[in-house]
């Protein structure tokens, strides 16, 4: 079975702190990305990496970096945490051209 | 931008059959998805069909594709109360491994 399993599943951060989302999975896949989820705009693409040390800017990059120095493990960093990236946000990974599998999300709230 | 919309919420009693509907607007799109996301969890695959395909059926789940009218629909036979759930639809975008979700339709199953 594909597991991909997110750091924390919720987390409360402060207004300018540096956050920290890691992802890890066991399929050797290629491919990961990072989501976010906000109700009724669905899931957009935030990063997306197709190799160790490659990334690619998804539709909403603004405000986030990503790191990936290892294949099976994937990082989202929020810089300067601002209350507009409370959200739910979600870590998939895949092998080219086959479906995604999804970690369980970790819910960010940003005071 | 090139978008995938879905209706917002749907609500179905137990036992009949619900169907769920997705317009996308990417004509290279190969394939098309659909995940489940259940309360709390990050999403997982339903089903998927490919471009060159108009139905596919898979015990309680019909996928139908409308090639023309560029229209994908979910129907699922006896719903049940576990159907309660988010349902999004996904396309692939050139590369098979990128994918645009649609803003995802909650479905709600009433006794």
């Known amino acids: ?111 | 931008g090139e978008d995938v919309e879905q209706s917002l919420f749907l609500s179905v009693r137990e036992g009949d059959s619900s169907v769920i509907n997705c317009t996308y607007t990417d004509s290279s799109s190969t394939y098309l998805y659909w995940y489940k996301q259940e309360p709390g969890a990050g999403l997982q695959l339903l089903t998927y069909i490919f471009s060159n395909m108009d139905m596919k059926q898979d015990q309680r789940l019909t996928v139908l594709l409308n090639k023309k009218d560029k229209h994908l629909s979910l129907r699922i036979a006896d719903t049940q109360t576990g159907d309660s759930a988010i349902y999004f639809c996904a396309d692939t975008r050139g590369t098979a491994s990128k994918l645009t979700f649609g803003t995802g339709t909650r479905l709600q199953v009433t006794l």
Not at chain 1, 50 to 68: A, H, L
Not at chain 1, 93 to 100: H, I, L, N, P, R
């Open chain 1, 1 to 111: 079975d594909v597991k991909v399993t997110q750091s924390s599943r919720y987390l409360v951060k402060r207004t300018g702190e540096k956050v920290f989302l890691e992802c890890v999975q066991d399929m050797d896949h290629e491919n990961m990305f990072w989501y976010r989820q906000d109700p009724g705009l669905g899931l957009r693409l935030i990063y997306f990496s197709y190799d160790v040390k490659m990334k690619e800017k998804g539709d909403i990059p603004e405000g986030y970096s990503v790191s990936r120095e290892k294949k099976e493990r994937f990082s989202l960093i929020l810089e300067s945490a601002s209350t507009n990236q409370t959200s739910m946000y979600l870590c998939a990974s895949s092998f080219t051209g086959y479906e995604q599998y999804f970690g369980p999300g970790t819910r960010l709230t940003v005071t």
